[in-house]
């Protein structure tokens, strides 16, 4: 069983629909990640959380600590929002190491 | 404010050849990561690194792979007799510190091993 679950796998929706898509993990962490890439482009960090609730314009995110689980959520939802969304955490190993242990991502395809 | 980059964004190497990867972090992070994404699998880490020092490269595979952060200049993966199997993205990022510090990624170098 991988550490980082995300669902769904992959996620069609309709221009304008509300999207959630869904992570959870099973290890302790210090900061759980939400990124986008877009086919063959780079990887753009869109949330950091430790707890609670972060908006930056249509996309919201949501840490449960307890429940070891986030929510990446896409109002009003755009062709552009199509890519791949992928949950990374960092966990909480001790020691001195940073790495990510990553979901395996949501493919999302908004048509108009 | 440059973000991280990474060069070459596409690297065509033949059997055997050795390949060369470099990362620039964005200017005052210190902390480098190295993360391997082969074709239809989710991203996978190789090495961290800290100027001049190797700090966790339990991702690496033990053999031909290495990884530097010199001093001076970028960070450097270096893979040494390439295999069809190494054709993949390589994406590197930085960051100021550990623990709940942000993360900047670069936009990757696609190998393809011929």
């Known amino acids: 069983k991988n550490e980082v679950e995300q669902s769904p796998q992959n996620l069609t929706a309709q221009e304008g629909e509300f999207i959630t898509i869904n992570c959870s993990y099973s290890v302790g962490i210090s900061a759980l990640h939400w990124l986008q890439q877009h086919p063959g482009g780079g990887i753009v960090s869109l949330f950091m959380l430790s707890s609670g609730k972060k908006k930056h314009g249509r996309l919201i995110a949501t840490i449960n600590i307890q429940e070891k689980h986030s929510s990446l959520h896409i109002t009003a939802s755009h062709p552009r929002d199509s890519a791949v969304y992928i949950c990374a955490v960092g966990p909480n190993y001790g020691g001195a190491t940073n790495k990510l242990i990553f979901g395996t991502g949501t493919l999302l395809a908004v048509q108009p | 404010n440059a973000g991280v980059m990474q060069n070459p964004r596409h690297l065509v190497r033949r059997r055997g050849q050795e390949a060369r990867l470099r990362c620039s972090p964005v200017k005052g992070h210190s902390h480098v990561y190295w993360y391997r994404q082969l074709p239809e699998e989710g991203l996978k880490f190789m090495v961290y690194?800290?100027?001049?020092?190797?700090?966790?490269e339990s991702g690496m595979p033990k053999e031909r792979f290495s990884a530097e952060f010199p001093k001076e200049g970028p960070s450097i993966l270096r893979i040494q007799q390439v295999v069809r199997g190494d054709s993949a993205a390589y994406f590197c990022?930085?960051?100021?510190?550990?623990?709940?510090?942000?993360?900047?990624f670069g936009s990757g170098t696609r190998l393809t091993v011929v």
């Open positions: 690194l800290q100027k001049e020092n190797i700090i966790d």
């Open positions: 990022a930085s960051s100021p510190g550990t623990g709940t510090y942000g993360y900047t």
